[in-house]
Antibody, heavy 119, light 110 residues
């Protein structure tokens, strides 16, 4: 059974940094692209970043380009999101998801981890 | 304001058929398959439809997707109380090199 478990969220001051992790199990992690999506309180879904199975292809949303870095360690079946220069508007639940490889559809999602940026 | 336009709300009574629209452009919906997600408040999104009209295993055939030009639609037939949720369309935009989500539609079962 596919499982995705995010961790690393918490309270951070504006301008600070945080590294999110997503532990994957139940599938051959290296053969799937992965994505990060967030949802601010009471708001809709916002796509953040995509990474291919080999890490050879990476995309970012304009809102996080230059501040967030996606990466993965296929030996550890783990996905990461390094978040720097955090702003209040980055406060959200952050989800990792598996890209099923068809039209960018994410077929499995983690439960999410909450990031709160506040002084 | 989202690049993909969805109505903010929709409603129906049990047993009815409702549709939710998603309007985009030639660089997104007009070029590649559309995906739809269902999100019950407090839970993670769930893939409902991918590649315009395909259902993942386990999704009831009451849910169907369609597309015409730069607009897509999600139809839910035989509406049930458990269908009350937020629904999002999503698609890759080749011009922006970015995945887009619609603003979401809150479906209320009256």
């Amino acid at each position: 059974e596919v499982h995705l478990v995010e961790s690393g969220g918490g309270l951070v001051q504006p301008g600070g940094s945080l590294r999110l992790s997503c532990a994957a199990s139940g599938f051959t992690f290296s053969t799937y692209s992965m994505t990060w999506v967030r949802q601010a309180p009471g708001q809709g879904l916002q796509w953040l970043s995509y990474i291919s199975g080999s890490s050879g292809i990476i995309y970012y949303a304009d809102s996080v380009k230059g501040r967030f870095t996606i990466s993965r360690d296929n030996t550890k079946n783990s996905l990461y999101l390094q978040m720097n220069s955090l702003r209040a508007e980055d406060t959200a639940i952050y989800y990792c998801a598996r890209d099923m490889g068809v039209t960018g559809a994410d077929d499995y999602w983690g439960q999410g981890t909450l990031v709160t940026v506040s002084s | 304001q989202s690049v993909l336009a969805q109505p903010p709300s929709a409603s129906g009574t049990p047993g009815q058929r409702v549709t939710i629209s998603c309007s985009g452009s030639s660089s997104n919906i007009g070029s590649i398959g559309v995906n739809w997600y269902q999100q019950v408040p407090g839970t993670a999104p769930k893939l409902l439809i991918y590649n315009d009209n395909e259902r993942p295993s386990g999704v009831p055939d009451r849910f169907s997707g369609s597309k015409s030009g730069t607009s897509a639609s999600l139809a839910i037939s035989g509406l049930q109380s458990e269908d009350e949720a937020d629904y999002y369309c999503a698609v890759w935009d080749g011009s922006l090199e970015s995945r887009l989500f619609g603003g979401g539609t809150k479906l209320t079962v009256l």
